[in-house]
């Protein structure tokens, strides 16, 4: 780095020569009971602890302290419905109230501190106010996105095992009412747990009770009048906060675990120091809080920081229109948006010159931040130029929970080079390897890896699986854990971020397992064998494609089988999955020892170079898919 990054490159140094004492300096932002006086402790190793002795409670941090502080007037929460059109607005005084009272329901449903708490919300106030309370009481909590389907909530609910439910009777998408409950209702079934207490946040339009289930249904609203307000109890820095479930290779989620000192620790850094936002501040995370970027920047980053945050329900696109975004930054004052490039994306094929941002005064707008896949040049350059903000990339994943790679502009902004996230973290000490571990060339693609320790804020572990934890990030390169991420560093030290080295795809911004996908399309009857890929999609950046052989002696036309294949999809897994094309083929190409070739085939579907590996067993198979996997071409 030139003169330009001097200050990042000294705090850089700082954070991997003397992680004690820089981690500790950051901690003193935090609202402890008891102050930690060490920050690492390897005594778990490989399982990381951090601030070991220190005690604190989340929830007073993001809430109670400011209040103290004399920001109970200012608005901590806004609630913009573009579903509904309508904002509803929480002040820290109100918020704390709000969470105070519901931790007070939650502790009559037997809630104390170490037990779970599943939420299954959409974004409403309610889903931060469950989280919160959880965190208040000391429990954690386990948030399920709502385009899941019943069988993955059943999934993590026999997982986390919880004390009960929260949920709410209905969700709002631009072209349907999703009715929560019979969802719920299943899912308990599935789980073998329908004696589950499952707190319901009634709205108006939906089924209160479906199914012939015996429940144990608790009303929110009514359970919210008979509830004594809880206070914040101190837990260990160490404890859980939440387990939150994200896609791996195989059909079982992974619960990845955060706690709570790390969390806040880093949290409170990252909204000073990456993002520029201080208490008082206006900031909008365009996300879900079923995905960790809702955990983080939706809900405990900016309020940690005694910011408001704004929380929208609706989309980029259709919710009236592409000028939405514009109207929600126009009318709460934003300071700053983060969001995910397909977001962006979706906004410029509908409206190309952003014409729609004439109708507001977007001034207010300092950074856009987008993360959550590859921020790719065109549509960089595109939001750069309507915006005439800088437009800021960093790159992350659910296990890291804030940024690996990113742009301190708080600390100090560094220019952007496009395609780029920019530069590693503080305590990400970031390599990129071969297959063997060995470092590689700047400028060479490789394996990014990172050297353990990793920072606070990071998974601690996986839900009840350590081994599973080391198997599946700290087994591969000896003292690292991998990203699953390749990539290259340029001369400059700037970070390329390329895609995935494992069967995670990436659609519209959401993570999802293609093997995961694999499992529910070979269920069915016709199905001898399968693969899906992610193939490139100009709007959500991949799309799940399977491709599958029928069992011999079967006959179903295309056109009915793939109906029936996305169906089943979009049963089991859910429409996040956003499965719509199932092709059948002779046969898929493998290697000799019975390994498909799901590489060989995204290459081909996306145009990019290939080699086909010798071990093949068939390479006419191959020649046959090419017709397919790229028509025209
Ligand atoms: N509850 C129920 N269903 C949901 C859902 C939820 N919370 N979220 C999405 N779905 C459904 C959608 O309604 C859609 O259903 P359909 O097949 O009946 O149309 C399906 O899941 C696929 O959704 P999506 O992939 O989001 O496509 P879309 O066409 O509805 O919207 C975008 C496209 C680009 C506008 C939208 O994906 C978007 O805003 N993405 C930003 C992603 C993001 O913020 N990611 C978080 C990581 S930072
Ligand atoms: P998730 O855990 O859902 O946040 O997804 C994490 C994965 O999304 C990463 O491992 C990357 O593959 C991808 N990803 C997230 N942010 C970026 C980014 N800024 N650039 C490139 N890939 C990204």
New binding site residues.
């Given amino acids: 780095m030139s003169r330009n990054g001097r200050k990042y490159t000294d705090e850089y140094r700082r954070s991997l020569e003397d992680p004690e004492g820089y981690w500790l300096d950051a901690a003193r932002a935090v609202a402890w009971d008891v102050e930690p006086t060490q920050a690492y402790s390897g005594a778990d190793a490989p399982i990381s602890r951090w601030f070991p002795d220190g005690e604190l409670n989340t929830s007073f941090n993001a809430l109670d302290r400011h209040v103290a502080a004399g920001r109970g007037d200012q608005p901590a929460l806004i609630h913009d419905s573009a579903m509904l059109g309508g904002t509803t607005t929480y002040t820290y005084s109100e918020l704390t109230a709000a969470v105070a009272a519901f931790a007070g329901v939650l502790r009559a449903q037997g809630v104390g501190r170490g037990d779970r708490v599943v939420i299954y919300l ?1 974004m409403i106030p309610e889903a931060a106010i469950a989280m919160l309370a959880a965190a208040r009481l000391g429990a954690v909590h386990s948030v399920v ?3 899941f389907a019943a069988n993955e909530l059943a999934v993590r609910i026999r997982d986390a095992a919880p004390k009960v439910v929260v949920t709410t009777s209905g ?1 709002l ?4 009412h ?1 009715e929560y409950l019979p969802t719920v209702h299943e899912a308990l079934a599935t789980a073998g747990a329908p004696e589950l207490p499952v707190i319901v946040k009634h709205r108006d339009g939906f089924a209160t009770d479906p199914g012939d289930l015996d429940w144990n249904h608790v009303d929110w609203d009514a359970a919210l009048a008979g509830a004594r307000p809880a206070a914040p109890v101190p837990v260990k820095a160490t404890d859980p906060l939440y387990i939150l479930y994200t896609s791996g290779t195989t059909g079982a989620p992974k619960g990845v675990v955060r706690d709570n000192g790390g969390h806040a620790v880093a949290l409170l850094w990252t909204m000073a120091n990456l993002y520029d936002i201080h208490a008082g501040d206006v900031w909008w995370t ?3 809080v ?2 960790v ?1 809702g955990h983080s920047y939706i809900v405990y980053g900016p309020l940690l920081a005694g910011a408001t945050t704004v929380m929208y329900e609706g ?3 259709g919710t009236p229109d592409a000028g939405a975004f514009w109207r929600v930054i126009f009318q709460h004052r934003v300071k700053a948006l983060f ?2 490039p ?2 962006l ?2 906004i410029r094929k509908m409206d190309p010159e952003a014409a729609l941002m004439g109708k507001y005064d977007v001034g207010t707008l300092q950074t856009l931040f987008t ?2 896949e590859r921020l790719d040049t065109d549509t960089y350059h595109w939001a750069s130029r309507v915006l005439g903000v800088p437009v800021v990339d960093h790159w992350w994943q659910t296990e890291t929970g804030w940024g690996i790679v990113g742009n301190p502009r708080g600390l100090e902004p560094l220019p952007i080079k496009a395609g780029s996230p920019t530069l590693p973290m503080p305590g990400y000490d970031l390599r990129i390897v071969d297959g063997l571990g060995e470092p590689v060339a700047a400028g060479q693609e490789g394996n990014i890896v990172l050297r353990l320790p990793l920072p606070p804020g990071t998974l601690t572990t996986l839900w009840g699986d350590d081994q599973r934890y080391v198997d599946s990030y700290l087994s591969a390169f000896d003292g690292c854990y991998a990203t699953g991420d390749s990539g290259y560093v340029d001369e400059d030290g700037y970070v390329f971020v390329m895609g995935r080295t494992d069967d995670v795809i990436n ?4 993570r999802l397992s293609t093997g995961a996908i694999e499992q529910v399309v070979g269920k069915h009857p016709a199905v001898a064998e399968c693969a899906v890929i992610g193939v490139a999609d100009a ?2 950046g991949q799309k799940a494609v399977g491709f599958v052989v029928l069992k011999s002696g079967v006959s179903i036309a295309a056109d009915v089988l793939q109906k029936e294949l996305v169906a089943l999809v979009r049963k089991e897994i ?3 999955a ?1 499965f719509k094309n199932a092709t059948i083929v002779d046969a898929l190409p493998k290697t000799r020892s019975g390994k498909i070739l799901r590489k060989t085939m995204r290459q081909i579907a996306d145009g990019d170079a290939y080699t086909v590996p010798s071990t093949i067993e068939d390479p006419a198979v191959i020649d046959a898919l090419v017709p397919i996997l790229a028509p025209g071409r």
């Fill in positions: 959409p996105f709502g385009g969700g998408e631009p072209n349907r999703v365009a996300s879900d079923g995905w970027v989309k980029p696109v969001t995910a397909t977001a994306r979706a993360a959550g659609v519209a911004g959401h709007l959500k859910g429409p996040v956003d």
